[in-house]
């Protein structure tokens, strides 16, 4: 894209941009609703994934115990809207690709060759981090965090009650879509502290000065968006710290293409 061009759709006026800004989320909106429609349909089978390492626990001790577990609802509506919250989250996720697809088309138009060339990686890299986030605490957190609650279930005898678990629907997905949300956006570190290098607000060298109080804010976090359990905020709390490193790391890749661009211009001009 020429300078001209790029002056030109900087002059394009306010009604154009709203325009162009609203048949995005026109887009963005319709893909949601299609997906979301999609996974109405599949919605019990995704509930049963998300339920999943829960439900293996408990077959397995109700099977050791020689009784049925179960989940239970209070509310005579809170299933379906559960259904209701698994499908709308099913969708969000498939269609997060597409929502930052038209925000890139949105503000492609005004960037320069470069600019474009840097933007690309971190749409790409924004949804594969919050998929692996993801995925860290459905592979591994999830079944370390709820075999460490129902370790607290206790025998009934003659002169007191069992303690047993009866977990409700909704609120064990509830639970389970913040530790996934909170995985996923935790493992956006990377490209949100890349980005602020960029534009000059955050330096390699001051994240890195910054280093032992990034370590305990990110302790506080992994405590305030996990379970009361030591593994769960352990496990949020180490990925998140070796983000951080990456983070820096990213950070001096961009001050050195920066500076090499800064030296080529100087060059440039000297000639």
């Known amino acids: 894209m020429t300078d001209a061009t790029k ?4 002059k394009m006026p306010l009604l154009d941009h709203l325009i ?18 999609g996974a109405w349909f599949l919605s019990e ?27 239970i609802f209070t509310n005579l509506t809170e299933v379906f809207f559960t259904y209701v919250k698994v499908s709308f989250f099913a969708a969000a996720f498939v269609t997060c690709p597409v929502f ?20 690309l990686p971190f749409l790409i890299a924004s949804p594969i981090l919050f998929f692996i986030g993801g995925a860290l605490v459905y592979f591994a957190i999830l079944p370390l965090a709820w075999d460490f609650f ?11 009650l ?3 678990l009866e977990p409700k629907v909704n609120e064990y997905l509830s639970l389970t879509m913040k530790l996934i949300f909170a995985f996923g956006l935790c493992f956006q570190l990377p490209v949100i502290m890349t980005l602020l290098a960029r534009v ?17 804010a990110t302790f506080v976090v992994a405590a305030l968006l996990t379970p ?21 790391y990213m950070a001096k890749l961009v001050e050195k293409r920066r500076r090499q661009r800064e030296e080529e211009l100087d060059r440039e001009l000297e000639s």
């Open 7 to 10: 002056d030109d759709l900087q």
């Open 20 to 37: 162009e800004l609203r048949t995005r989320l026109l887009y963005s909106v319709g893909a949601l609703v299609v997906a979301f429609i």
């Open 45 to 71: 089978d995704i509930y049963r994934f998300l339920v999943k390492p829960l439900a293996d626990i408990l077959l397995e001790i109700g099977v050791e115990q020689g009784e049925a577990r179960r989940m």
């Open 100 to 119: 930052l697809g038209q925000v890139y088309r949105f503000v492609a138009p005004g960037l320069y060759k470069h600019e474009k060339a840097a933007f």
């Open 150 to 160: 129902i370790q607290f279930e206790a025998p009934g005898s003659s002169d007191s």
């Open 162 to 164: 069992a303690i047993q």
């Open 200 to 216: 000059g607000i955050a330096s390699s060298e001051g994240m890195a000065k910054k280093r032992k109080y990034a370590i305990v």
């Open 228 to 248: 009361p359990d030591p593994i769960s905020q352990i496990s949020l709390a180490v990925p998140i710290v070796l983000l951080y490193e990456v983070s820096i």
